[in-house]
């Protein structure tokens, strides 16, 4: 089945600079790929995905990009503010089938 | 939509007592998903249903776990008898496996703690 790494475990980054956080997935046949913000005591919640036909999306301050030759993913957040102080989770599947997430990056963002 | 629906939200219980955790999934999706969640171990998947069935349930820690799924707007997960370390976040999930867009949906969880 799939097998989702993410990297780093732990990033910390000043207020107003950018995160970058890459996970890589095993599964070449792999087409969907959805990235969850959880708060502290709160839910997983979807924040952006992207298919396997696109590159690159982006919403807002936040944006992933896709490189289907090497098998890797990565969330880019600019202009970071203390309220995306969060985990993030990577998650991959391919379709008709369940996603299979990462462990999770914690982001600190340092005031 | 009301999305994901759990209950309890929280639990507090004693050491081999039964728990019951309750999940009402998103009308319309076809799939559901138990997972629990700890600082040490992180997100892990228990169960999977599709359609009602249990599909994969490689996750389930040992026999004092079980789930069941009667219909499809309804399932539970059952510790019995419950230990200390079985203290977690249990989360539930729904999707629409098949659809193209295999997102899950998660509910706002329940916190159990076992003395």
């Known amino acids: 089945g799939e097998n989702v790494e993410q990297h780093p475990s732990t990033l910390s980054v000043q207020e107003g600079d950018s995160a970058v956080i890459k996970c890589t997935y095993s599964?070449?046949?792999?087409?969907?790929f959805p990235w969850y913000k959880q708060e502290l005591g709160k839910r997983p919640q979807l924040i952006i995905d992207i298919r396997s036909n696109v590159g690159e999306k982006k919403d807002q301050r936040i944006a992933v990009t896709l490189n289907k030759t090497a098998k890797h993913f990565s969330l880019h957040i600019t202009e970071t503010q203390p309220e995306d102080s969060a985990v993030y989770f990577c998650a991959a599947s391919r379709r008709n089938n369940r996603l299979a997430f990462g462990k999770g990056n914690q982001v600190v963002v340092i005031p | 939509d009301a999305g994901v629906i759990q209950s309890p939200r929280h639990e507090v219980t004693e050491m081999g007592q039964e728990v019951t955790l309750r999940c009402k999934p998103i009308?319309?999706?076809?799939?559901l998903f138990w997972y629990r969640q700890t600082m040490m171990r992180g997100l892990e998947l228990l169960i999977y249903f599709n359609n009602n069935v249990p599909i994969d349930d490689s996750g389930m820690p040992e026999d004092r776990f079980s789930a069941k799924m009667p219909n499809a707007s309804f399932s539970t997960l059952k510790i019995q008898p419950s230990e200390p370390r079985d203290s977690a976040v249990y989360f539930c999930?729904?999707?629409?496996?098949?659809?193209?867009?295999?997102?899950?949906?998660f509910g706002p969880g329940t916190r159990l703690l076992v003395l």
């Open positions: 999930a729904s999707s629409l496996v098949g659809s193209g867009q295999e997102t899950q949906y």
């Open positions: 599964d070449s046949a792999s087409n969907y």
């Open positions: 009308s319309g999706h076809n799939s």
